[in-house]
Each structure stands twice: as structure tokens, then as C-alpha cells.
């Protein structure tokens, strides 16, 4: 393997004739490391290019295509997103025609026979895995975004292709900048063979960072002067701070503000479709106009032929007329909740400059052509599926280098908009780590083990788990482990050696172990008193809570601001239980909305008055006027309502602060000095535990997990044993035809899905009867129900079905615990009657209803969305089923799916 930062070494001269005829074909000249990349890839050598987002590193991808077809051969682009196929599928053809390019994405098959073909990176791992012909002349593979093997569940298809693929097959990886991209680089030298890893961080086009404090745009970082830009930023944001408010400005005055900047256009990053489609509702509601007239004619006639198709019932249902109206306007939401037909227009303008905002979701970061002038971070924190989290370095940056057109813009903005506890240097730390790691997520699967067991046999399929990235991470991370225990321990033993010369000093009788003894306890009682403060804050929060989502209009409360408390009286109630926010006039005339946390602690009710029925409807209009009001009414008022501090106390603290006076160290007229050390000895012995803990799992792990999943695929005669041989020789194994079925059917809940075609629970439904079975296994919804909904399902037959479905799982999961497996996901019923009312003929409008009635909380883009999944299992189903039935109706069930809006969804 060799590294190459550009510019760093010498290019060949002259440079290999196909590379200079390959670059003489654009309007602009090539980058060093993309020639660098393009000679290596001439050369018969792989490479895996890091380079930051809007750098071109898909031109270096664009030459092994031109490679391939100069050379007679065959090259595969490969995507980790059906939408990233598309859009280089349509990218292709414009350069090479149609006759030379097909898209394969699973519900999308388009000239699979041309030489070039682009994919996503399962259908290429279907295709190793069933030894297609078409990869008999594969000479090139372009795995663009090939960082995406982190991605928890779909990230080991990668590994799969990259282990599998013929060693003759040059391989193009194409990633963002990473931490360690030399130890990636390394692991594909060892199992691919030569691999030039080459490293840019050069943006072509640079980028600014700046933060939004109030309506100012300030510089952060200033190269020119760092020091009074980091201040000014401190300055403002200290003012912001002082004057009590809680968050930047409102989204309307961002747009303003940056467009008098010559900000725009820009993509303004808002981490829920909820806040993007709310964002562009705000921009309507204040009226707000980017486009010149001309502007706005060619969007609306772009906007209506693109929806010409789609039934006019069903654009109701999807608000087309405010969308519409929106876009004319130069604005729009892009997020996955949306029709795929409609985020295909969003791109199509923003990408031609009509629009000039899109509101986001992180979505879009994910290798969508849609470069912009300017990026806003609204926030740098996002919803992970299970808590609030920052954003890491990586995400920054991701986001970011959306920012900069090349060819138009001299520099890229990220601006970030400043809020409570968003601290300067925090964001200037973001932009400056540019790099994050990669780290593997392969893992086997029970369709993995088959196919591996098939086609390799055991031997040679352990030999490939063995040379995993996964693996290799591994290998090294125990070195490094180890190497770090022993420090731990040197570092430990000098510092109990220390306690030890602090002991003989003092003269004392107690030991070291006393000591260390007595600082463990003031550790814990430490610990426990700082429980205990948190919990009596959470307890105190919550009071709070209580009472402010308990006020009703009219109610009079007295605020805990110390002596002589502030009067206020409610004048827009908020029953929102979790998150109350009430709106409140206090005396002096300030109104506006108040949260647990704008409190330290709980404030006192003192009576109720009369408002007059405007007062809720427009407070800050009204407010002198009910302040006047309420400071003429005749209510005790509380002489002192201090701000209390949290508690402190606890039984477990009361019985460890016990334990502590009654030691014998604690009556030491010299404790301080002996403790000192002693505290660093326990803080030493604690650090040790903790990493001793952490020690990553020995080199076994993976094939202990293969080994696992056979021996229970053996239990389900999925995998046998040939003629005498036992257990004790898993190299004897072998796929029944059960395990051949298992073998192609690709879906996270695989083996669920083949027991339930195996038992034939599915066999006698209706079209839409399996579709809406099948589901159960496919369907997930993004949060968790909420409130009353129904479980019934429209027919006996289905209810049997789905029934069934919830009993094989449970067999399933058992099993899975008993070999130490992890457990394979729970159905979920929630799309159940939405799909089988679609698939029986039903409009959009009802079939959303009836998601919403079963609790599933479902956009019009989940929508195609999950139907195109449901598509893709019916598919496998076809060819994979036990019983003609079920082929023939999971036959007739595709076409009854994919229509109107499902249709355009698969094909826009």
C-alpha cells in the first residue's frame, strides 16, 4: 500500500495515454489526487480515495468506467442508496448513452446486461453470492460512499462484496476523509492486494464558519484574526445570554439575514421533517418571496409536469397546492417523510439555482448532488433514534461540505445559529476536526452462513470472517489494549508506592490498605450525595412540570425570584404533560412562554382572576393591559420565595456518612495528607477495572457467533451433517434445499421469513391478505405508538395469518437466547390494514387513516417507502416460496401494490 497526499509526489510523466484522453473530456482540469488515483487504477491497483465532500473524488469512479470500456471489460457502480443509483444511472447515460448503461436496485432492473452497470451494494452481493455470469467479465468495481460499512445494519454487505468479489477485479473505494484511513487502506492491501490509498483534505471550493447570534453573522476563527472573531462571537452570545433569551432568531429572519448577506441559496439543516416542514410553513405565513417572476414561471412548470401523473384526489391528500405555492416562492422541505416524486422536483430546482432554501433533514448529506453557497445548522445536537446527541465531527463535516459550489461560488458558508449552552469553541472544535473514524460492524447472519457454507464450505467461510475487517480491527485493538493495561498497572504501582512513602513519613500504625479503604468510602459518599442532588432536581423539575401543564387561564402564581416575588398571571394554558410551556403576563408587562427549566424551583399559586377572551389570542398585544389588571388585584403575597439548591441527601448517603465518621482514618489529626494519595490509588484501581471491562472480546468472537448460528440452522435443518460426521467437524456441513431457500432470501428478519414460508402460514391468503402479512416482518415504525388504536385487521384469514407470524417469532427468539444469538426484531402491525386497503384498491387518503388508526405514525413518504420494501420481500417471495400459491399470489400482489403514487415513488 502506498499513501499519497496530493501533491506530494511526482505524477508519472508523461501520464498513461487513457488517463490524459479521459481528461480531456471535462471542462475543468483534474485535481493531482485524481490523477494520482486514476494512474494507480490504470495500473491494475486498487485505491481508496479519502477526500472531503464536494471534492470529486467520483471522477476517479467515472475513470474506472472509462477504463472498462476501452479495455472490452465490465464495470459495476455501487451505491448504498437506491437514490444515489439513480441519480448516477441518469449521470451515466448522459456521458456514455443508454445502450452502454443499466441500473439494477432490486425493484428497478434497466439494461442489467450493459457493460456498465450501476447498483446498490446488495444487488452486487446478491450477485457474488449466486455466481451470476454477469461477473464473468467484471474487470472493475466503484464502491462510491464506502464508508457507509459503518452503518450498523447494512454495513456489512460491504465487507461481504470486498471479501467475495474475484482477486482480479480492481476495486475503486471512494470515502470521506477518515481518522484511519491508513488502517482501512492496509486491511484492503491484505485481502485485495496492492492498494494506493490517496489522502486529500483540499476542498476545491474553501470553506467559512460562522455563527448566528441574534441577526449578526460572525466570523469564527477569522485566519486574519482569530482571536477578536472568537471574542466578538463570545461577546455577542454573552449579550444574548444576559437579556434572557432562550434560542436564536425565528427561521424567517435567518433566510432575510443571509440573503442580504449574498448567503443564498443554502441548505438549512433542521434534524426533524416535522421542523422543516414547519419552516417552510413560516416562511408562507410571512409571506416570503426569493424568486424573481421569470424564476418563479419555470419552477411552477416544472412543478406541474412532474405531478402531471399523479391523481388529483391524492395531491390533495399530499397539500400539493401549499408545496406548490411554496416552491414558487423559492423554497422547500427535503426529508424522507416526503412523496419520492416531490423530493425528486426539490433536487431537480435547488440543483438548477430556482430554489433558493431547502430545510433538510441529515438525509440529504447522504451523497445527493445538491451543492449549495451556504450550509445552516439549526442545532448541534440530533435525535438518534434513542436520545438527544451532539453532533460528531464526522456529521459536521458531512453536513458542511454541502457548502461551496464549485465553478460558482469562491467560498462555502457554514454558518451555525447560536442558542443556550452552544459554546463558541465547541463549534469552532467541530470545524476543525475534519476526520472521524471508521469503524467495522460485520457481523454473520443466518443468510451469510449459508451462503458462505454453499458456496466456500466451512473452512474457507471461517477464513473470510477471519480476514473481516472486523477482524482486523480487532487484531490491532488488542495490541493496543494490551498496551495500554500495562501502562495502567506501571502507573498504579507507583502511585501505591508513593502511599507507602507517605505512610512511613507519618509514622503511623494504619495501613495502606485502611487508607485506601477509608478513600474509597469519602469516593462513594461523594458519589451518593451527587446522586441524590440529581434526583432531588429531577423531583423538583418534575413538580414543576406538574404545576405549570396545571394552570388554567386566569390563574395568578407567584414566581420564586427571592425577596418580594414577581406576580404573573396565566394567560394561555398548556396541557402538555412532559413539556408544558404556558404563557404568562407579569406584572412589569413582560409576557411570553415559560418551561420547568426557566425555574429553580416551584412556583406558588395565589388565586385566579378574570381575563378578557383576547388576552389568549394575542398576549404580547394585550399584555400592558392584563399587567394593569393585575396589579389591582388582591392577593397575598408571599413576603420571600427563595431559589432553593438541590438536596443532597439520601439513606444510602446517610449510611456511608456514618461509615466514614466511624472510621478510624477519619480521626486522624494528619488524614488529609495520607488521603490524598490514597484517592489516587482508588482513582488508578477504578480506571483499571473499568478498562479490564472493556477489553475487547479475543480474536474468536465472530466465528464463535458463526458456529452458534449453525448449530441452531442445524436444529432447523436448514444445514446437515453429510453421512456419519458430527458436530465435532463442522467442515462436513452441508445447505438442504431448505437452506437453499434461506440462501436467497436477503431481509433483516431472514430466518423468521423462511420459517413462515416453511410452515406455509401464508399460503392460502388473498393478494392482499400476504402483502399486508408479509408486513409485519418488514414494517417499523419511528416512534413508538402513542395513545388509544385499534389491532383488528380486515379478514378472519389475515388475522390467522398475522397471529401465526407472532408465534413463530417467539419460537424463533427462544431459540435464538438458548444458542446466545441475538434476537431477531418483533413484528410490528401497524402498516397491516394500511397495506391490505391499498392493495385491495383503496385511495391514499383512507389508507393513511387507517395506518394512523393502528398507531403507526406514517408521512405520505413512508408510505411509498414501505410499500417499495414490502415490494422487494414479495419479490424474493416469488422465487423462494414453498407452496405455487404463495408464489402466484405474492405475483399478483406486486402490481396491486405499485401503483399511483407507489409507482412514481419507484421510478422517480
Given at each position: 500500500m502506498t499513501s499519497s497526499e496530493a501533491g506530494t509526489a511526482p505524477l508519472p510523466d508523461p501520464l498513461p495515454e487513457s488517463v490524459t484522453a479521459f481528461a480531456g473530456d471535462y471542462g475543468f482540469p483534474l485535481d493531482d489526487f485524481q490523477l494520482r488515483a486514476a494512474c494507480a487504477v490504470d495500473a491494475g491497483r486498487g485505491v481508496l480515495v479519502c477526500a472531503p465532500t464536494g471534492s470529486g473524488k467520483t471522477v476517479v469512479g467515472e475513470f474506472a468506467v472509462h477504463l472498462a470500456l476501452e479495455r472490452g471489460g465490465a464495470c459495476f457502480y455501487t451505491t448504498p442508496i437506491k437514490a444515489l443509483s439513480n441519480q448516477k444511472f441518469h449521470d451515466l447515460v448522459a456521458r456514455y448513452g443508454e445502450d452502454h448503461v443499466g441500473l439494477l436496485t432490486g425493484d428497478v432492473?434497466?439494461?442489467?446486461?450493459?457493460?456498465?452497470?450501476?447498483?446498490?451494494?446488495?444487488?452486487?452481493?446478491?450477485?457474488?453470492?449466486?455466481?451470476?455470469?454477469?461477473?464473468?467479465?467484471?474487470?472493475?468495481?466503484?464502491?462510491?460512499?464506502?464508508?457507509?460499512?459503518?452503518?450498523?445494519?447494512?454495513?456489512?454487505?460491504?465487507?461481504?462484496?470486498?471479501?467475495?468479489?474475484?482477486?482480479?477485479?480492481?476495486?475503486?473505494?471512494?470515502?470521506?476523509?477518515?481518522?484511519?484511513?491508513?488502517?482501512?487502506?492496509?486491511?484492503?492491501?491484505?485481502?485485495?492486494?496492492?492498494?494506493?490509498?490517496?489522502?486529500?483534505?483540499?476542498?476545491?471550493?474553501?470553506?467559512?464558519?460562522?455563527?448566528?447570534?441574534?441577526?449578526?453573522?460572525?466570523?469564527?476563527?477569522?485566519?486574519?484574526?482569530?482571536?477578536?472573531?472568537?471574542?466578538?462571537?463570545?461577546?455577542?452570545?454573552?449579550?444574548?445570554?444576559?437579556?434572557?433569551?432562550?434560542?436564536?432568531?425565528?427561521?424567517?429572519?435567518?433566510?432575510?439575514?443571509?440573503?442580504?448577506?449574498?448567503?443564498?441559496?443554502?441548505?438549512?439543516?433542521?434534524?426533524?421533517?416535522?421542523?422543516?416542514?414547519?419552516?417552510?410553513?413560516?416562511?408562507?405565513?410571512?409571506?416570503?418571496?426569493?424568486?424573481?417572476?421569470?424564476?418563479?414561471?419555470?419552477?411552477?412548470?416544472?412543478?406541474?409536469?412532474?405531478?402531471?401523473?399523479?391523481?388529483?384526489?391524492?395531491?390533495?391528500?399530499?397539500?400539493?397546492?401549499?408545496?406548490?405555492?411554496?416552491?414558487?416562492?423559492?423554497?422547500?422541505?427535503?426529508?424522507?417523510?416526503?412523496?419520492?416524486?416531490?423530493?425528486?422536483?426539490?433536487?431537480?430546482?435547488?440543483?438548477?439555482?430556482?430554489?433558493?432554501?431547502?430545510?433538510?433533514?441529515?438525509?440529504?448529506?447522504?451523497?445527493?448532488n445538491m451543492p449549495a453557497r451556504s450550509v445552516v445548522l439549526e442545532?448541534?445536537?440530533?435525535?438518534?433514534?434513542?436520545?438527544?446527541?451532539?453532533?460528531?465531527?464526522?456529521?459536521?463535516?458531512?453536513?458542511?461540505?454541502?457548502?461551496?459550489?464549485?465553478?460558482?461560488?469562491?467560498?462555502?458558508?457554514?454558518?451555525?445559529?447560536?442558542?443556550?449552552?452552544?459554546?463558541?469553541?465547541?463549534?469552532?472544535?467541530?470545524?476543525?476536526?475534519?476526520?472521524?473514524?471508521?469503524?467495522?460492524?460485520?457481523?454473520?447472519?443466518?443468510?451469510?452462513?449459508?451462503?458462505?457454507?454453499?458456496?466456500?464450505?466451512?473452512?474457507?467461510?471461517?477464513?473470510?470472517?477471519?480476514?473481516?475487517?472486523?477482524?482486523?480491527?480487532?487484531?490491532?485493538?488488542?495490541?493496543?489494549?494490551?498496551?495500554?493495561?500495562?501502562?495502567?498497572?506501571?502507573?498504579?504501582?507507583?502511585?501505591?508506592?508513593?502511599?507507602?512513602?507517605?505512610?512511613?513519613?507519618?509514622?503511623?500504625?494504619?495501613?495502606?490498605?485502611?487508607?485506601?479503604?477509608?478513600?474509597?468510602?469519602?469516593?462513594?459518599?461523594?458519589?451518593?450525595?451527587?446522586?441524590?442532588?440529581?434526583?432531588?432536581?429531577?423531583?423538583?423539575?418534575?413538580?414543576?412540570?406538574?404545576?405549570?401543564?396545571?394552570?388554567?387561564?386566569?390563574?395568578?402564581?407567584?414566581?420564586?425570584?427571592?425577596?418580594?416575588?414577581?406576580?404573573?398571571?396565566?394567560?394561555?394554558?398548556?396541557?402538555?404533560?412532559?413539556?408544558?410551556?404556558?404563557?404568562?403576563?407579569?406584572?412589569?408587562?413582560?409576557?411570553?412562554?415559560?418551561?420547568?427549566?426557566?425555574?429553580?424551583?416551584?412556583?406558588?399559586?395565589?388565586?385566579?382572576?378574570?381575563?378578557?377572551k383576547n388576552a389568549g389570542r394575542s398576549p404580547k398585544r394585550n399584555a400592558r393591559a392584563v399587567a394593569s389588571n393585575l396589579r389591582r388585584q388582591r392577593v397575598e403575597r408571599p413576603k420571600k420565595l427563595k431559589m432553593k439548591a438541590g438536596g443532597g441527601s439520601s439513606r444510602e448517603a446517610a449510611v456511608l456518612r456514618d461509615k466514614v465518621h466511624m472510621h478510624p482514618v477519619h480521626s486522624l489529626r494528619n488524614r488529609e495528607d495520607l488521603v490524598r494519595p490514597a484517592e489516587r490509588v482508588v482513582a488508578a484501581r477504578r480506571t483499571l477495572d473499568r478498562?479490564?471491562?472493556?477489553?475487547?472480546?479475543?480474536?474468536?468472537?465472530?466465528?464463535?457467533?458463526?458456529?452458534?448460528?449453525?448449530?441452531?440452522?442445524?436444529?432447523?435443518?436448514?444445514?446437515?451433517?453429510?453421512?456419519?460426521?458430527?458436530?465435532?467437524?463442522?467442515?462436513?456441513l452441508q445447505v438442504t434445499a431448505e437452506g437453499h431457500r434461506l440462501s436467497r432470501i436477503h431481509h433483516e428478519s431472514d430466518l423468521l421469513v423462511a420459517q413462515c414460508l416453511r410452515r406455509g402460514i401464508w399460503d392460502d391468503l388473498d393478494p392482499a391478505e400476504l402483502a399486508a402479512a408479509v408486513s409485519t416482518v418488514v414494517f417499523e415504525n419511528r416512534r413508538e405508538a402513542t395513545g388509544r388504536h385499534t389491532t383488528e385487521v380486515p379478514t378472519e384469514a389475515l388475522a390467522a395469518a398475522v397471529t401465526a407470524v407472532g408465534r413463530i417469532h417467539g419460537e424463533l427468539v427462544s431459540d435464538e437466547g438458548r444458542h446466545g444469538l441475538p434476537l431477531t426484531r418483533e413484528p410490528q402491525t401497524g402498516f397491516v390494514t394500511a397495506l391490505h386497503q391499498w392493495t385491495a384498491g383503496a385511495p391514499l387518503d383512507y389508507c393513511l387513516q387507517a395506518a394512523e388508526a393502528a398507531g403507526a405514525q406514517l408521512t405520505p413518504g413512508d408510505f411509498v417507502r414501505w410499500c417499495n420494501r414490502v415490494i422487494d420481500l414479495l419479490e424474493q417471495i416469488k422465487h423462494t416460496g414453498y407452496a405455487d400459491s404463495v408464489k402466484a399470489t405474492a405475483r399478483k400482489a406486486v402490481p396491486a401494490i405499485r401503483r399511483g403514487v407507489v409507482e412514481l415513488g419507484a421510478t422517480s
Open positions: 432492473s434497466i439494461n442489467g446486461d450493459a457493460p456498465i452497470v450501476v447498483m446498490t451494494t446488495e444487488v452486487l452481493r446478491n450477485m457474488v453470492y449466486a455466481g451470476s455470469d454477469r461477473l464473468d467479465n467484471l474487470t472493475h468495481v466503484v464502491m462510491d460512499e464506502v464508508h457507509f460499512l459503518a452503518d450498523p445494519s447494512r454495513g456489512p454487505v460491504w465487507e461481504e462484496v470486498i471479501l467475495n468479489l474475484d482477486p482480479s477485479v480492481v476495486l475503486v473505494s471512494l470515502s470521506a476523509t477518515v481518522s484511519n484511513a491508513e488502517e482501512f487502506g492496509g486491511w484492503l492491501t491484505t485481502v485485495r492486494g496492492a492498494t494506493d490509498l490517496i489522502i486529500t483534505t483540499h476542498r476545491p471550493v474553501p470553506l467559512d464558519q460562522f455563527m448566528m447570534v441574534d441577526k449578526q453573522i460572525l466570523p469564527l476563527n477569522d485566519p486574519t484574526h482569530p482571536e477578536e472573531a472568537n471574542r466578538a462571537v463570545i461577546a455577542a452570545a454573552a449579550r444574548a445570554e444576559e437579556t434572557g433569551r432562550r434560542t436564536g432568531p425565528k427561521r424567517t429572519d435567518v433566510v432575510h439575514r443571509m440573503g442580504a448577506a449574498g448567503m443564498l441559496p443554502a441548505i438549512y439543516f433542521i434534524f426533524s421533517r416535522a421542523g422543516c416542514d414547519g419552516a417552510v410553513r413560516q416562511l408562507l405565513v410571512d409571506r416570503v418571496r426569493l424568486t424573481t417572476d421569470a424564476d418563479r414561471d419555470e419552477i411552477l412548470r416544472t412543478v406541474d409536469e412532474g405531478v402531471q401523473d399523479i391523481p388529483t384526489d391524492d395531491l390533495g391528500v399530499l397539500g400539493f397546492r401549499q408545496w406548490r405555492r411554496a416552491l414558487g416562492n423559492g423554497y422547500a422541505a427535503h426529508h424522507a417523510g416526503m412523496l419520492p416524486a416531490f423530493r425528486h422536483i426539490v433536487e431537480d430546482l435547488f440543483t438548477r439555482g430556482l430554489l433558493k432554501v431547502c430545510f433538510a433533514t441529515e438525509t440529504l448529506a447522504l451523497g445527493i442545532k448541534l445536537v440530533k435525535y438518534n433514534g434513542e436520545a438527544h446527541v451532539e453532533l460528531t465531527p464526522g456529521q459536521y463535516t458531512q453536513l458542511t461540505g454541502r457548502a461551496g459550489r464549485r465553478g460558482i461560488d469562491t467560498q462555502g458558508n457554514a454558518v451555525v445559529l447560536w442558542s443556550r449552552g452552544i459554546e463558541p469553541h465547541s463549534v469552532a472544535h467541530l470545524a476543525g476536526t475534519r476526520t472521524y473514524p471508521l469503524d467495522s460492524t460485520f457481523r454473520p447472519g443466518y443468510n451469510m452462513a449459508v451462503n458462505l457454507i454453499a458456496t466456500k464450505g466451512y473452512t474457507d467461510a471461517q477464513r473470510i470472517l477471519d480476514r473481516s475487517f472486523a477482524q482486523y480491527q480487532t487484531a490491532t485493538h488488542v495490541v493496543e489494549q494490551a498496551t495500554q493495561l500495562t501502562r495502567r498497572r506501571r502507573d498504579l504501582a507507583g502511585l501505591e508506592k508513593d502511599l507507602a512513602a507517605e505512610l512511613r513519613s507519618q509514622h503511623t500504625e494504619h495501613t495502606a490498605t485502611d487508607v485506601i479503604e477509608y478513600a474509597g468510602l469519602r469516593r462513594d459518599l461523594a458519589l451518593a450525595e451527587r446522586k441524590a442532588k440529581r434526583d432531588s432536581g429531577n423531583q423538583r423539575e418534575k413538580e414543576i412540570s406538574n404545576l405549570l401543564s396545571s394552570l388554567s387561564v386566569g390563574d395568578i402564581i407567584a414566581l420564586p425570584t427571592g425577596n418580594n416575588p414577581d406576580i404573573a398571571v396565566v394567560v394561555r394554558s398548556d396541557s402538555d404533560h412532559r413539556h408544558p410551556r404556558p404563557w404568562i403576563v407579569v406584572e412589569d408587562g413582560w409576557c411570553g412562554p415559560v418551561a420547568p427549566e426557566s425555574f429553580g424551583n416551584v412556583p406558588v399559586p395565589l388565586g385566579h382572576m378574570k381575563l378578557h478498562e479490564l471491562e472493556a477489553v475487547t472480546p479475543d480474536s474468536e468472537t465472530l466465528s464463535a457467533t458463526f458456529d452458534h448460528i449453525l448449530d441452531l440452522l442445524v436444529e432447523l435443518d436448514y444445514v446437515e451433517y453429510s453421512g456419519s460426521v458430527t458436530a465435532a467437524d463442522r467442515e462436513g
